[in-house]
Each structure stands twice: as C-alpha cells, then as structure tokens.
C-alpha cells in the first residue's frame, strides 16, 4: 500500500477520542510524532498545536498550512431518576443515525459504554415505524438502574460523549470509520512535515492543528493573530456525491482531491470561502504536472476556517482550502479513498516545494 505509515497513523488517530474542547488526546499523540522531526513545537492556552522552525526570517512571507484535530459529539444534559441519560450535540452530529447507536461516554473513570435507545420493534405502533425520534426523545442505556449508579461510575451533567467505531480498511481501497473528518487531514499533515523536515524553503512555513472547529469554526484565530500568515492552506473533508440519495455535484471517491471554488454558511453566520485567484490557480497547475485530477468544489452547507481567516492580517490573507472526499458525514462510519488521500499528500509536496516559491517570486495578487 502506498503510503502505509500514513495510513496507518490516520487509522490511530481516528481510534482517539477528541471531541471540540478535549483535544487531548489528540495532542499528546501527534507532539509523539512531531517529537522525531526538528520543528518547534508550540501548544497554545486553548490547545492549538502549532509547528514550525525557531530561525524563521521575518522579512520573509508566513504561510500557514492546517487540519482541525478534532471531532464531532455530544454531552450529557440530563440523567434521570433510572440513571438514562438524555445529551446535546457538540457540532453537526447525523442525528438520523443515532437510534441504536453505540457511544462511549468520556466519565471521570474512565470509557463507559451505552448504546443510543431504541423503541423494541415488537410493541412499536405502525405510526412510528418510519418516524425518527427528536434529539430531545433519545437516551443512552450505560446499564445502570439510577442517577447516583450512573454518577458512581463517573458519568455526570457535562460529561463528553463520542461514537464507540473503529476504523478499518475497507476492500484495500477505502476507510470507513469515525472522524476520519478531520484525521485524515491531520494524518497527511503530519505525513507532510516529515517530507519537509530539514528542507529550505523560500518562506516561513508553519503548520497547524487547531481545536475546536466542528463546534464554532474559530479555534484557529490565536495562532492567526500570533503568525501574521500571508498565506492560509486549509485541508478538510467535503461531502462525496457519489451514492444513490445525494447528486448535489460531481464530487466522488476515487476522483482526486478536491479543491473549493466555494464553501459557505448562510444560517446565521454569513461567513464561506473564495479562494484567491492566483492561489487557487497555482494549486490547479501543480496538480496537472502531477497527472493528478483536482475535482472542485462548491458547498453551501460547509465551512472551514479561512472563512474567518482572510480577514484577520491587517493585509488580508490569501487563502485556500484543499479537501478529501467523505461519504456518510458526521456519522460513525465516514468513508473516504486511499487514493485520494495519497494524492493530496502529492499535491502538496509539490505545492509547497514548487508552487509556492515561484508564485511568491511574482509577487501574485
């Protein structure tokens, strides 16, 4: 398998649990990593990993590259007097799914196990049996018989909860597993810097692991604000077209990375991307070089951080997102193409080692 370490090491990151704000898990494994190569690690108040070199010139342009480390949720809100526990989510969480669910709830003791509540087919009136519960409807079952049981074992108003999957290579061509919205990402990322570590580049290159995304999409604004980019790569997951109920667009696995031409969030927020021309052009050239397809992306409905991100240098960032495309969303069992995992780790080496130094050189608008 091409790659296999790469691979590998999204695998384990997607076994983690590090839901928005409980990045640590996430942190502790990838500062492991980062550890071998010669970059300077730094972790923000918040949590924001962020890698890079001491002697960086400050006459030379920042570029930032970044992958949000964490993932989808829920918490606990209620449990009742027979210790079943009631939640909200935390971020975009299918709630179409979640009957029958298995979660693991992140207690003061340790993992405890539940399995999402489901109305026993047998008795179920024939009014219901099409019909998907309200968020506020659904329970988790942990097995115990009352609230002061369920708080003796460590679960509590408050407490984390995130989905019980594992992650699996699927026909040597997919994986399917939890999270892979955003470990996939952080694992070429991490793959990425290993490449580059040591290599002279004609800018100051920093890479990013920013927290709590899913939830409110600015985690990443301190390392922002400390930086001073004047370039912003951002790598993330977008929605796979290819299954028999979606034909949105043309996005599907197996068809290359995908580039966004658009991405925006109109409910309440009024904040999406549009990437920079010359940027965006650039990446497109180096990927034909490469033989390699870019499919672009226009996505209402999602949002990345650079929505935010443009406007924070007092100069303005130019910026771009690069993504992987995920059937099955925010769900237990996200799916996503080796291949095109391989290739955006292709097109970024040559991004980064070709492209950019010369659209640098031009001086692109």
């Known amino acids: 398998m091409e790659n296999k370490g790469m691979i590998l090491n999204i695998m384990e990151l997607s076994r983690l649990i590090g839901i928005s704000s409980r990045e640590f898990r996430i942190i502790e494994y990838l500062k492991d990593q980062l550890s071998k190569t010669e970059y300077d690690i730094s972790i923000d108040n918040i949590g924001n990993l962020l890698i890079g070199y001491k002697d960086n010139d400050n006459a030379r342009k920042n570029v930032l590259l970044f992958a949000h480390m964490d993932e989808i949720g829920m918490i606990v809100r209620k449990i009742d007097d027979n210790g079943f526990i009631y939640f909200e989510r935390l971020g975009g969480v299918n709630t179409q799914i979640l009957p029958g669910t298995r979660l693991l709830l992140d207690g003061n003791q340790g993992m405890i196990r539940g399995v999402v509540g489901v109305q ?134 197996e068809g290359g990375p995908a580039i966004t031409c658009m991405n925006f969030h109109g409910g309440g927020t009024l904040a999406g991307v549009l990437p920079d021309k010359d940027l965006y052009d650039m990446i497109n050239d180096q990927a034909k070089i490469l033989n390699i397809h870019l499919q672009k992306e226009v996505s209402p409905g999602v949002i990345t951080e650079n929505a935010f991100n443009i406007f924070e240098n007092h100069e303005g960032i130019k910026v771009a997102n690069l993504s992987i495309p995920t059937r099955y969303t925010h769900t237990p069992f996200e799916t996503a193409a080796i291949s095109d995992i391989n290739e955006l780790l292709e097109v970024l080496k040559r991004v980064l080692e070709l492209g950019l130094p010369s659209l640098i050189q031009k001086g692109g608008k």
Do not use: W
């Open 120 to 253: 026993s087919h047998h008795f179920m009136p024939s009014e219901k049996k099409f019909v998907i519960p309200a968020l506020n409807q659904l329970y988790i079952d942990i097995g115990v018989e009352s609230r002061e049981e369920a708080n003796e074992r460590g679960i509590d108003v408050g407490t984390y909860i995130a989905f019980d999957a594992d992650c699996e290579i699927v026909n040597d061509k997919y994986l399917r597993g939890k999270s892979l919205d955003n470990r996939m990402a952080v694992g070429v990322l991490v793959e990425l810097a290993r490449c580059l570590d040591k290599k002279v580049l004609p800018y100051n290159l920093y890479i990013c692991f920013p927290v709590m995304e899913e939830f409110n999409i600015r985690g990443i604004l301190p390392v922002i604000r400390k930086i001073k980019p004047d370039i912003a790569i951002g790598l993330d997951i977008t929605p796979s077209c290819d299954t028999p109920d979606l034909d949105y667009n043309d996005i599907s696995l």
